[in-house]
């Protein structure tokens, strides 16, 4: 089974930037699809984004567009979540996701096509 370890959450002032990193280990990220999915207290569990095996597709919550970018460095195996100009809305735990596919073009939005996860990162935007 795949581990998954985010890194890179944290408190930040309105318009400012965060990374986010999500290392694998127990397998290549080579063979999954991966995501980003985010849960505050309230809310339902949101998909951010997703990439699919190669990297050539992508896909963004409505929410988010324009302002994060997900990208992988297979040889890393490492994915990452670059938000910028973040609001106080998109405070939440961050979770980065995969799952083990063949399906090039697969990019999922839903908590439920993915079977790895990590542990979460908390993201807070204030000032």
């Known amino acids: 089974q795949l581990q998954l370890v985010e890194s890179g959450g944290g408190l930040v002032q309105p318009g400012g930037s965060l990374r986010l990193s999500c290392s694998a280990s127990?397998?290549?990220?080579?063979?999954?699809?991966i995501g980003w999915f985010r849960h505050a207290p309230g809310k339902e569990r949101e998909g951010v984004s997703c990439i699919s095996l190669s990297g050539r597709i992508t896909k963004y919550a409505d929410s988010v567009k324009g302002r994060f970018t997900i990208s992988r460095d297979n040889a890393k195996n490492t994915m990452y979540l670059q938000m910028n100009d973040l609001k106080p809305e998109d405070t939440a735990v961050y979770y980065c996701a995969a799952i083990l596919t063949t399906v090039q073009p697969m990019c999922a939005m839903r908590y439920y096509e993915y079977n790895d996860w990590g542990q979460g990162a908390q993201v807070t935007v204030s000032s």
């Open positions: 127990g397998g290549s990220l080579n063979y999954y699809a």
